[in-house]
Structures are given as structure tokens and as C-alpha cells.
């Protein structure tokens, strides 16, 4: 600006130089930087504007001969300093980019460390909770007095919920640092739900509750996955289903969505009709140590680990867990995975 006023102010042929500043910055250097030497420019052609208005004599004792010359250095001046301050401000950019990484990839490497940490410390705590549970097996089988077999019996139940909060913190921490592989075995679908299915419906039918399973045709028997994990799914909303019922009963439907020559992708529902999720619980039960209510571990036990596991095991399916419900009416939670078939099949 200084420069272009010496060569003539207003009128100076340097000042169409203006403009092109910023369509440079904005080709070369992209949006943002276009756009703050856009914003220069305009503030600059204001102060001309204003000088021109003002009156403001500009001193101009530059001979015609150099006035070229002038021009051309203010243009180049103005090239140059475009430039510099354009790549101040992409360096700035990039230091800020690498320290933003950096300050990712150290708490990417912390939480897998406490990942890595949880999954061990639970697979250190199993260990003797087995032996805790076989002796107290154990004594239970031997003569005992009755007061001293109901505190064995405590102890028993006590220790298999702690076993349970304790695999569920081990599988959890083994999804959470990425060292849980689903397996590719080939097994029979209808056969592995209705082994799954079998302990379950002892437990609902103490409790009066009826549970169906409605496999459709068009579903293959032989199928290949992680059977186990499968299982451990279906576990879990099947279990969940019959403890938050009190009456009616529970459906389970398995449909192909899908299918070609190598794979299927097969849809499950587990339907109750029992006491429902408030809307603004329905997304948060997925989460980590989420329960609908907060009586729920009092009322029913259960950590709210559980839902968080499966809906982590389906999304490895390459599925998604989700609720639909209705308060006093039941839920019910879907989900699909797709499986491969066997060649064979
Ligand atoms: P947990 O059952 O151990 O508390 P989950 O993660 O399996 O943990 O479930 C989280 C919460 O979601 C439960 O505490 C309960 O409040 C709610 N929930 C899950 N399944 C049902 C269901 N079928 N009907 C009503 N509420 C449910």
C-alpha cells in the first residue's frame, strides 16, 4: 500500500495488482487463505478510497520514466508479501496439524495401555474365582450344618456374579483394544440357537413366561461365523428380555434379509412383552455401565455392561444392535450380520 501511494496513489497501475492477490492465494493456497487476503484487499482499497475522498495529496515527484519501474516493484512487493504471509500461515496450520495428531496418537496409545491393562488384571481375577467356586462346590458337597450350607450358598452366588462382571469386563477390554478376533467356523444355525435357546427356556418357563423361536425357511442351516459370539448375543438379549418381563411372553425371529452365492445376511429379534425403555434411555442403555433406570442393578441386578458388549460383537458382524419399545408394552432389539456360507452349502 505504502509503496503503491508513492506511485501514484489511487491511480496507480500497481493497485490493479490488488485483486489478484487474493485469486492467487485462493488457487495456490485454497480457501481460507483466499479469503483473509481477500478481506487485505478490501482494506486496502477502502484506505484508498478514503484518501482519494479526503483529498490526501500523495506526494508524486517519480519521473515518467521510472514510473513503470515503480509499478512493477510495488506489484512484486506485494506478490512477495502475499506469499510470506500466506506461508506463515500454512506453517502455522501444519504445526498446529502435527501437534493435534501427536496429541491423538498419545491418547490412542493410553487407551489401548488401559485396555491391555483391564484385559489382563480380568484374565489374572479369573483364575482364582474358579478355584473359589470349585472348593466352595466342593464343601457344599461334604456334611455340613444348614446355617453353614446357606452361607456357602452365598458365597457361591457371589462369587458367579463376579465371575460374570469379570468375563464381561475381559471381553469388553479385549473389543476396546482391538484383540478380539470373531472366528470363521462352519456350523449348523439351527442346531447352535436351539442349543442356545434350551437353558433359557427352563429359566423363562420358572418364571411363567413363554418363549418361542420362529426360524423362517428361507434361512440357511449351515452357516460360517463366530458361533460363540453369536450365542453370547442372543444370550444376553434373551436373559434381558426374561428379566425385565413379568408376564407374556418372549419371541425370537431369525429371517434371511439377503443372500447370494457366498454370503447371507441374516436378521434376529428378540421381542418381550415386558415393562418397556423410556425414549430417552433407548440409546443410552448401548452404552457402558448404562441401565435404563437407576433401580434397575437393586431391582433386577446386572451390571449394564452387557448391552454395550453385544451391540460391540454385532457391529464386528458388520451389524447394528437397535431397541424399538413402548413403556408398559415390551421391546424389542434387532439386529442383522452378515455370515458367510460354506462352499459346500
Ligand atoms: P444389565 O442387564 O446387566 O443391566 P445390559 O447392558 O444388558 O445390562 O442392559 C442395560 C439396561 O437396558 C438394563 O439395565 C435395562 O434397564 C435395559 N434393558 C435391556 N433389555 C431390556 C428389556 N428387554 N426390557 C426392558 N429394559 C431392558
Known sequence: IGVASVAGGVHSASLWWLPSVPILAL?????????????VSCIAWVAFLVFSVSEVAIRNDISADDQPLIACAAACGIILCASTLTLVFKLGEAIARSELEAARDASDQANRAKGMFLANMSHELRTPMNAIIGMTDLILDSELRADHREYLKVVRGSSESLLVLIDDILDFSKIDSRRLELGQKRFDLRTALADTLMPLESRADSRGLRLSCDIQADVPTLVVGDQARLRQVLVNLVDNAIKFTPQGHIEVVVRSEEKTKDYVCLHFSVSDTGIGIPEDRRRAIFDVFEQ??????RRFGGTGLGLAIASQLVQMMKGQLQVKSEERRGSTFYFSVVLKLPDDG
Open 27 to 39: 488457487i495456490l493456497c485454497g480457501v481460507r487463505p483466499g479469503i483473509v487476503w481477500a478481506i
Open 292 to 297: 435404563a433406570d437407576a433401580s434397575s442393578t
